[in-house]
């Protein structure tokens, strides 16, 4: 990548809730801020399989895992990545803390606002400390209800998190929200930096609504995840005017081998013709 004139940033995340003893090399409960398990099936080596109740995490430990995330990015720069991207969002541990319904707590990093950002801005800050807060950015998904997560009033939440960390001078800032969610004009107007937007978990992203989020001032950057994965030629796609295939979302696990995850062809292989008429749909 790099000897082609690119950049890669390694996105470091921890499940939290969304754990399992499976996945574990100890074999342990997984932990998080407060004892709320997840009631929808989690994903294993051995497919999906119903959840456990994480344990709520001791002070001590939460130190250790703001810890292991700054260790976590400084194994990532080892290993050639320019920087990471702290994962946030989407029901992972930052957004567990940042949430109504997982985070329980009646100590310093529960209750009122303040408690809530607590953890995310230890992460962020600790991150940013161990490799530089140009390598690092940071991945947020304010009301997002992926997972079960419930925030009554993010606004408030969000908007205080951003004003601490906004200081550290980060690579830039990663919001996921449907274009017309006002988080992403809230963020917009609240971040100083570089705003990466993105079309939500409910909407496609196209090349329309990407640029339709730079147009509107919504973003400076829009992030391309999932057609990435139907579309391995996805630049050479939209240099072409080629319509991108459709995702097999029943393949969504990952865990299963290849089909569905690394076997889509690109739009100049042999087959193409053929692989097109059974998977690409119009834009529109």
């Known amino acids: 990548m790099h000897a082609s004139g690119g950049r890669v940033f390694a996105q470091i995340m921890h499940a939290g809730r969304g754990g ?19 009631t929808d099936l989690v994903h294993t080596l051995d497919g999906k399989v119903a959840p456990v109740a994480p344990r709520a995490l001791t002070l001590r430990e939460i130190g250790r895992t703001v810890a292991a995330y700054a260790e976590a990015a400084r194994a990532a720069v080892r290993a050639g990545f320019d920087g990471v991207e702290i994962h946030g969002a ?33 992460v962020t800050e600790a991150v940013a400390d161990a490799v530089g807060a140009d390598r690092v950015g940071l991945r947020l998904s304010p009301g997002n209800s992926q997972f079960e997560m419930v925030e009554r009033d993010p606004a408030p939440v969000y908007r205080e998190l951003l004003r601490q960390v906004a200081p550290l001078g980060l690579a830039y800032l990663h919001v996921t929200a449907d274009p017309v969610h006002p ?63 459709v995702i097999r979302e029943r393949n969504f696990h990952y865990t299963s081998g290849p089909r569905g995850y690394v076997d889509y062809p690109t739009h100049d292989q042999a087959d193409t013709r053929r692989d097109n008429a059974r998977l690409v749909a119009p834009l529109t």
Do not use: K, M
């Open 20 to 38: 399992h003893p499976a996945n574990r090399p100890d074999g342990g409960t997984p932990g998080a801020p407060s004892v709320v398990p997840r």
């Open 90 to 122: 989407n029901g992972y541990l930052p957004h567990q803390f940042l949430a109504d319904n997982t985070n329980q707590r009646t100590d310093a990093y529960g209750g009122g606002v303040t408690g809530r950002i607590r953890f995310p801005v230890e």
């Open 183 to 245: 988080a992403l004009a809230e963020a917009r107007r609240d971040w100083p930096g570089t705003l990466v937007g993105n079309t939500g978990e409910h909407e496609a992203t196209t090349p329309e609504s990407a640029a339709a989020l730079v147009a509107g001032g919504r973003a400076d950057l829009v992030s391309v995840g999932r057609p990435y994965i139907s579309n391995p030629d996805v630049v050479e796609r939209l240099a072409a005017g080629v319509p991108w295939s």
